[in-house]
C-alpha cells in the first residue's frame, strides 16, 4: 500500500481542528502520516493537542519556532512527507471517510500525476451553505479562477522534483501554488466525487474581500511578471469567475 502524507498547518482553529484530526484518523485507507505544523505560541493548548495525538504513532508534530504563515509551513511538512503522495488539509476543513481511498485509487488507475475533487462548503456550525464542482483545470483555465480547493488535492511526489514552494502570501498562496505547477505542464483532474467540507468561517483570511483583492493583484503583477494593465484586467476576470461562482452556489 502507497504511503500518503497530509500536510496540515494549524493556527488559531481550536474549536475544529480536534474534529479535523478524527476525520483523518477515521479513513478507510489507513497507510497515512499526518504532518501537523504547529505554527502560533500557545504552550496550554499545544500541550492539549499533544496528548490528543500521542496514542497515534502516525501523527507527527513539528513545532515552528515562530508564527511563518501557512504557505512556509506547507513548505516544512513537504520536506519531512516520505509518502509517494501528498495530500493538503486546512485544520478547520473535514474529509469524508473514504476520500484518500477514492482519489488514489482516482489517480493510480489513471495515472494522474495531480487531482482534486469536488467539495461542500460548510460554514462555522457545519451547515452546507455551497458546492464547487471539480473540472479539468490547465495552466489557460486555472489562470482566469481558482477552482482547486486546497484540501481536496492529492498529487505525487515527483512533482515536487520541480523544486515548486508555497510563498509567504498571507492569502492565494495556494492559487499561486498550483499556478506555478500547472505552469510546468502538470494539469489537474477532477475527481467529481463530493469527499471534502471546506469551512467558511467569518474571521478567516479567505474571507476577507479586501486581503483577496490585494493579494489577488499581486499573484499577477508580482508572481506571474505581469505588466499592470494586465494585471488589473486579470484581476477583474478573477473577482468576476468567483462572484460567478457565489451567486450559482
Known amino acids: 500500500m502507497e504511503l500518503v502524507s497530509i500536510i496540515m498547518p494549524y493556527y488559531q482553529k481550536k474549536d475544529y481542528v480536534f474534529e479535523t484530526i478524527k476525520h483523518v ?17 500557545d504552550e496550554k493548548f499545544l ?21 511563518i504563515g501557512a504557505g512556509e509551513s506547507r513548505n516544512i511538512g513537504i520536506n ?49 451553505i ?7 483545470l490547465d495552466y489557460n483555465k486555472l489562470i482566469y479562477s481558482c477552482d482547486v480547493g486546497l484540501s481536496t488535492v492529492m498529487m505525487r511526489k515527483e512533482i ?27 494539469n489537474f483532474f477532477p475527481l467529481k466525487k463530493t469527499l471534502v467540507n471546506w469551512r467558511k468561517t467569518s474571521n478567516s483570511l479567505s474571507s476577507s474581500i479586501i486581503q483577496k483583492l490585494f493579494d489577488g493583484y499581486k499573484v499577477y503583477r508580482i508572481h506571474l511578471k505581469f505588466g499592470i ?3 488589473i484586467l486579470h484581476l477583474l476576470l478573477l473577482s468576476f469567475n468567483f462572484l460567478k461562482k457565489v451567486i450559482l452556489k
Open 25 to 41: 484518523i477515521n479513513q478507510s485507507y489507513k497507510n497515512f502520516e499526518l504532518i501537523i505544523i504547529f505554527d502560533e505560541n
Open 130 to 136: 455551497g458546492f464547487r464542482e471539480a473540472k479539468y
Open 229 to 231: 494593465l494586465k494585471s
Open 80 to 128: 519531512h512527507a516520505r509518502g509517494n503522495y501528498i495530500c493538503f488539509l486546512d485544520s478547520d476543513d473535514l474529509w469524508m471517510q473514504n476520500k484518500i481511498e477514492h482519489q488514489l485509487n482516482f489517480m493510480e488507475k489513471n495515472n494522474y500525476m495531480i487531482s482534486h475533487t469536488s467539495y461542500h462548503i460548510i460554514n462555522k456550525d457545519d451547515k452546507v
Open 160 to 186: 515536487l522534483k520541480k523544486n515548486i514552494k508555497f510563498c509567504n502570501q498571507k492569502t492565494k498562496e495556494d492559487y499561486i501554488y498550483w499556478l506555478n505547477i500547472s505552469s510546468e505542464g502538470f
Open 47 to 67: 500541550k492539549k493537542l499533544q496528548n490528543f495525538i500521542q496514542s497515534d504513532q502516525r501523527i507527527k508534530l513539528i513545532l515552528n519556532e515562530k508564527n
